[in-house]
């Protein structure tokens, strides 16, 4: 049992680059979100989904892109990215609708925007 | 006031002595709590959730007071392997964090020391 997966572990890109972080999760969890973690912020939530073919914005979400076609898989686009953009990027899943529910975290994709 | 509010530290501890922080959280009609941990690089796990009679796993207690909106937790006998960061978790209906609504604290840096 996988759990979160995430990749890649590090990425570099340069200033108006786009990509996709991947996500992608095996434990048939309805709830997949993203987060990106700041020094001195905490932990954000940039968008997330509580099922395939639904997702919505949260916190932080100018600047990225989500879809949700299998409830296994969550990619994050970056569409251009920017210095401050920087950041480590957590996904995560959960069981939807009872929220005492453990949240599960991938390891985390460490971006860095020249 | 943030919603969800710790002291971030560093909590300097030797091993072997009991330690204690609070996280207050400033909507009273949050509903769940939680503590998680965050090791250096790593993807935050959960470390146990809090329920309103306080409850205990092992050498940690977690403890919820309404009346004041704070929760505690408690590390008793600390290790070296206890230090990390803390997060509290906090979910107050209606906070626009996302359908889930959790909002994250900062994080409080607990080092254990030899």
């Known amino acids: 049992n996988a759990g979160v997966t995430q990749t890649p572990k590090f990425q570099v890109l340069k200033t108006g680059q786009s990509m996709t972080l991947q996500c992608a999760q095996d434990?048939?969890?309805?709830?997949m979100s993203w987060y990106r973690q700041d020094p001195g912020m905490g932990l954000r939530l940039i968008h997330y989904?509580?099922?395939?073919?639904?997702?919505d914005q949260g916190e932080v979400p100018n600047g990225y892109n989500v879809s949700r076609s299998t409830t296994e898989d969550f990619p994050l686009r970056l569409l251009s990215a920017a210095p401050s953009q920087t950041s480590v990027y957590f996904c995560?899943?959960?069981?939807?609708?009872?929220?005492?529910?453990?949240?599960?975290f991938g390891p985390g994709t460490r971006l860095t925007v020249t | 006031r943030k919603e969800v509010e710790q002291d971030p530290g560093p909590f300097n501890v030797p091993e072997g002595a009991t330690v204690a922080f609070n996280c207050t959280y400033s909507?009273?009609?949050?509903?769940?709590f939680f503590w998680y941990r965050q090791d250096c690089r790593k993807e935050p796990k959960l470390l146990m959730s809090?329920?309103?009679s306080g409850n205990e796993d092992g050498r940690f207690t977690a403890q919820l007071n309404r009346a004041s909106q704070y929760i505690s937790l408690l590390i008793r006998d600390s290790k070296l392997s206890d230090s990390a960061t803390y997060l509290c978790?906090?979910?107050?209906?209606?906070?626009?964090?996302?359908?889930?609504?959790?909002?994250f604290g900062k994080g409080t840096h607990l080092i254990i020391q030899p």
């Open positions: 909507n009273s009609a949050s509903q769940s």
């Open positions: 434990m048939n969890h309805e709830y």
């Open positions: 995560a899943s959960r069981v939807s609708g009872r929220l005492s529910y453990e949240q599960y």
């Open positions: 809090v329920y309103s």
């Open positions: 989904s509580v099922g395939a073919g639904i997702t």
């Open positions: 978790v906090v979910n107050p209906p209606y906070s626009g964090g996302g359908a889930d609504g959790l909002t």
